[in-house]
T-cell receptor, first 114, second 111 residues
Protein backbone atom coordinates (compact mmCIF):
# COMPACT_ATOMS: atom_id res chain seq x y z
CA UNK A 1 0.00 0.00 0.00
CA UNK A 2 0.88 3.65 0.17
CA UNK A 3 3.67 4.98 2.31
CA UNK A 4 3.53 7.65 4.96
CA UNK A 5 2.02 10.86 3.64
CA UNK A 6 2.35 14.36 5.03
CA UNK A 7 0.69 17.64 4.26
CA UNK A 8 1.34 20.32 3.38
CA UNK A 9 4.68 19.67 1.70
CA UNK A 10 5.66 23.29 2.22
CA UNK A 11 4.32 25.89 4.62
CA UNK A 12 5.37 29.51 4.85
CA UNK A 13 3.96 31.46 7.77
CA UNK A 14 4.52 34.67 9.62
CA UNK A 15 6.02 34.79 13.08
CA UNK A 16 3.33 34.50 15.73
CA UNK A 17 0.87 32.50 13.62
CA UNK A 18 -0.25 28.97 14.46
CA UNK A 19 0.38 26.08 12.06
CA UNK A 20 -0.92 22.53 11.78
CA UNK A 21 1.03 19.76 10.13
CA UNK A 22 -0.63 16.49 9.20
CA UNK A 23 0.68 12.95 9.00
CA UNK A 24 -1.10 9.91 7.59
CA UNK A 25 0.83 6.74 8.54
CA UNK A 26 1.09 3.46 6.66
CA UNK A 27 -2.16 1.56 7.04
CA UNK A 28 -2.03 -0.79 10.01
CA UNK A 29 0.97 0.86 11.65
CA UNK A 30 0.19 1.48 15.29
CA UNK A 31 3.24 3.55 16.15
CA UNK A 32 3.76 7.07 14.84
CA UNK A 33 6.67 9.43 15.41
CA UNK A 34 7.41 13.09 14.74
CA UNK A 35 10.95 14.32 14.13
CA UNK A 36 12.43 17.67 13.15
CA UNK A 37 15.45 18.32 10.93
CA UNK A 38 16.89 21.80 10.97
CA UNK A 39 19.48 23.12 8.52
CA UNK A 40 22.86 21.87 9.60
CA UNK A 41 21.35 19.87 12.45
CA UNK A 42 20.63 16.22 12.80
CA UNK A 43 17.24 14.62 13.10
CA UNK A 44 15.63 15.48 16.41
CA UNK A 45 12.88 13.38 18.04
CA UNK A 46 9.74 15.25 19.05
CA UNK A 47 6.98 12.84 20.12
CA UNK A 48 5.89 9.21 19.81
CA UNK A 49 2.38 7.74 19.66
CA UNK A 50 1.37 4.15 20.29
CA UNK A 51 -2.22 4.04 19.17
CA UNK A 52 -3.79 7.30 20.31
CA UNK A 53 -1.65 7.74 23.40
CA UNK A 54 1.69 9.50 23.57
CA UNK A 55 4.00 7.66 25.98
CA UNK A 56 6.96 9.84 25.06
CA UNK A 57 6.64 13.59 24.56
CA UNK A 58 10.14 14.29 25.78
CA UNK A 59 11.34 15.89 22.55
CA UNK A 60 8.74 18.65 22.29
CA UNK A 61 10.89 21.80 22.56
CA UNK A 62 8.32 24.00 24.31
CA UNK A 63 4.67 24.17 25.32
CA UNK A 64 3.96 25.87 22.00
CA UNK A 65 4.23 22.43 20.44
CA UNK A 66 1.48 19.84 20.77
CA UNK A 67 0.35 16.80 18.87
CA UNK A 68 -2.61 14.51 18.79
CA UNK A 69 -3.60 11.32 17.08
CA UNK A 70 -7.15 10.20 16.53
CA UNK A 71 -8.57 6.85 15.51
CA UNK A 72 -5.12 5.33 15.75
CA UNK A 73 -4.32 6.81 12.38
CA UNK A 74 -3.85 10.44 11.35
CA UNK A 75 -1.76 12.70 13.55
CA UNK A 76 -1.58 16.47 13.70
CA UNK A 77 1.39 18.44 15.03
CA UNK A 78 0.42 21.97 16.05
CA UNK A 79 2.85 24.79 16.63
CA UNK A 80 1.38 27.86 18.28
CA UNK A 81 2.82 31.37 18.03
CA UNK A 82 5.51 30.24 15.61
CA UNK A 83 9.03 31.59 15.95
CA UNK A 84 11.79 31.80 13.36
CA UNK A 85 13.72 29.05 15.13
CA UNK A 86 10.80 26.71 14.39
CA UNK A 87 11.79 26.75 10.71
CA UNK A 88 12.76 23.19 9.81
CA UNK A 89 11.60 20.10 7.99
CA UNK A 90 9.11 18.20 10.11
CA UNK A 91 9.21 14.48 9.42
CA UNK A 92 6.69 11.86 10.40
CA UNK A 93 7.47 8.16 10.58
CA UNK A 94 5.40 5.10 11.34
CA UNK A 95 6.17 1.54 12.34
CA UNK A 96 4.11 -1.61 12.82
CA UNK A 97 4.46 -1.12 16.56
CA UNK A 98 5.72 -3.44 19.22
CA UNK A 99 6.23 -6.27 16.74
CA UNK A 100 8.70 -4.22 14.74
CA UNK A 101 10.51 -1.02 15.54
CA UNK A 102 11.55 -0.30 11.96
CA UNK A 103 10.37 3.20 11.11
CA UNK A 104 9.41 4.44 7.67
CA UNK A 105 9.48 8.14 6.95
CA UNK A 106 7.12 10.39 5.07
CA UNK A 107 8.30 13.10 2.67
CA UNK A 108 8.24 15.80 5.34
CA UNK A 109 6.76 19.28 5.66
CA UNK A 110 9.17 22.17 5.14
CA UNK A 111 8.12 24.96 7.50
CA UNK A 112 9.46 28.46 7.00
CA UNK A 113 8.65 31.12 9.57
CA UNK A 114 9.25 34.64 8.31
CA UNK B 1 22.68 12.22 27.11
CA UNK B 2 22.45 9.23 24.82
CA UNK B 3 24.57 9.91 21.76
CA UNK B 4 25.22 8.45 18.36
CA UNK B 5 28.47 9.50 16.73
CA UNK B 6 29.45 9.15 13.11
CA UNK B 7 32.75 9.85 11.34
CA UNK B 8 33.06 13.43 10.22
CA UNK B 9 32.85 13.59 6.45
CA UNK B 10 32.60 13.94 3.65
CA UNK B 11 33.75 10.56 2.39
CA UNK B 12 34.76 10.24 -1.24
CA UNK B 13 35.38 6.91 -2.96
CA UNK B 14 35.85 5.93 -6.61
CA UNK B 15 33.15 4.00 -8.42
CA UNK B 16 33.43 0.29 -7.76
CA UNK B 17 35.22 0.69 -4.44
CA UNK B 18 34.00 -0.33 -0.98
CA UNK B 19 32.65 2.51 1.15
CA UNK B 20 32.92 1.98 4.90
CA UNK B 21 30.69 4.04 7.17
CA UNK B 22 31.12 3.85 10.92
CA UNK B 23 29.01 4.70 13.94
CA UNK B 24 29.38 4.43 17.72
CA UNK B 25 26.69 4.77 20.35
CA UNK B 26 26.77 5.54 24.04
CA UNK B 27 23.70 3.71 25.39
CA UNK B 28 24.82 0.19 26.21
CA UNK B 29 21.16 -0.84 26.47
CA UNK B 30 20.52 -0.08 22.80
CA UNK B 31 18.83 -2.93 21.02
CA UNK B 32 18.05 -1.92 17.45
CA UNK B 33 20.31 -0.30 14.90
CA UNK B 34 19.44 1.25 11.57
CA UNK B 35 21.08 2.83 8.56
CA UNK B 36 19.11 5.37 6.57
CA UNK B 37 20.08 7.02 3.30
CA UNK B 38 19.01 10.60 2.67
CA UNK B 39 19.32 12.27 -0.69
CA UNK B 40 19.44 16.06 -0.71
CA UNK B 41 15.97 17.51 -0.20
CA UNK B 42 14.43 14.11 0.48
CA UNK B 43 13.39 12.23 3.60
CA UNK B 44 15.42 9.36 5.11
CA UNK B 45 15.05 6.00 3.41
CA UNK B 46 15.71 2.78 5.33
CA UNK B 47 18.69 0.83 4.00
CA UNK B 48 19.44 -1.76 6.66
CA UNK B 49 18.53 -2.74 10.18
CA UNK B 50 20.41 -5.08 12.50
CA UNK B 51 19.57 -6.36 15.95
CA UNK B 52 22.19 -9.08 16.66
CA UNK B 53 25.95 -9.07 16.83
CA UNK B 54 27.67 -9.97 13.61
CA UNK B 55 27.12 -9.22 9.96
CA UNK B 56 23.93 -8.84 7.98
CA UNK B 57 24.10 -8.70 4.21
CA UNK B 58 21.54 -7.36 1.73
CA UNK B 59 22.74 -7.06 -1.83
CA UNK B 60 25.68 -4.66 -1.97
CA UNK B 61 25.11 -3.57 1.64
CA UNK B 62 26.49 -5.21 4.78
CA UNK B 63 25.72 -3.99 8.28
CA UNK B 64 28.05 -5.02 11.08
CA UNK B 65 27.23 -4.80 14.78
CA UNK B 66 29.54 -5.21 17.76
CA UNK B 67 27.61 -4.54 20.97
CA UNK B 68 30.64 -5.06 23.21
CA UNK B 69 32.43 -2.22 21.41
CA UNK B 70 29.16 -0.27 20.90
CA UNK B 71 29.96 -0.02 17.24
CA UNK B 72 27.89 -0.43 14.09
CA UNK B 73 29.07 -0.03 10.53
CA UNK B 74 27.76 -0.10 6.98
CA UNK B 75 29.79 -1.41 4.06
CA UNK B 76 28.73 -0.59 0.54
CA UNK B 77 30.39 -2.83 -2.05
CA UNK B 78 30.83 -1.88 -5.71
CA UNK B 79 29.88 1.71 -4.91
CA UNK B 80 27.90 3.51 -7.59
CA UNK B 81 27.43 7.25 -8.22
CA UNK B 82 23.77 6.73 -7.27
CA UNK B 83 24.98 5.81 -3.76
CA UNK B 84 26.09 9.42 -3.29
CA UNK B 85 23.96 10.66 -0.37
CA UNK B 86 24.04 11.32 3.35
CA UNK B 87 23.97 8.16 5.46
CA UNK B 88 22.41 8.35 8.89
CA UNK B 89 23.07 5.90 11.69
CA UNK B 90 20.16 5.55 14.12
CA UNK B 91 19.71 3.63 17.34
CA UNK B 92 16.73 2.65 19.47
CA UNK B 93 17.51 2.37 23.17
CA UNK B 94 16.42 -0.34 25.53
CA UNK B 95 13.40 1.24 27.14
CA UNK B 96 12.02 3.50 24.49
CA UNK B 97 11.08 3.48 20.86
CA UNK B 98 12.44 6.74 19.52
CA UNK B 99 15.29 6.79 17.06
CA UNK B 100 18.41 8.67 18.11
CA UNK B 101 20.28 9.75 15.02
CA UNK B 102 23.89 10.53 14.32
CA UNK B 103 24.69 13.71 12.40
CA UNK B 104 25.16 11.70 9.22
CA UNK B 105 28.06 11.37 6.82
CA UNK B 106 27.97 12.51 3.23
CA UNK B 107 29.27 9.94 0.76
CA UNK B 108 30.39 10.94 -2.72
CA UNK B 109 31.10 8.23 -5.29
CA UNK B 110 33.32 9.51 -8.10
CA UNK B 111 32.60 8.08 -11.59
Amino acid sequence: GAGVSQSPSNKVTEKGKDVELRCDPISGHTALYWYRQSLGQGLEFLIYFQGNSAPDKSGLPSDRFSAERTGGSVSTLTIQRTQQEDSAVYLCASSPGLASRTQYFGPGTRLTVL
Amino acid sequence: QKEVEQNSGPLSVPEGAIASLNCTYSDRGSQSFFWYRQYSGKSPELIMFIYSNGDKEDGRFTAQLNKASQYVSLLIRDSQPSDSATYLCAVIGGANSKLTFGKGITLSVRP
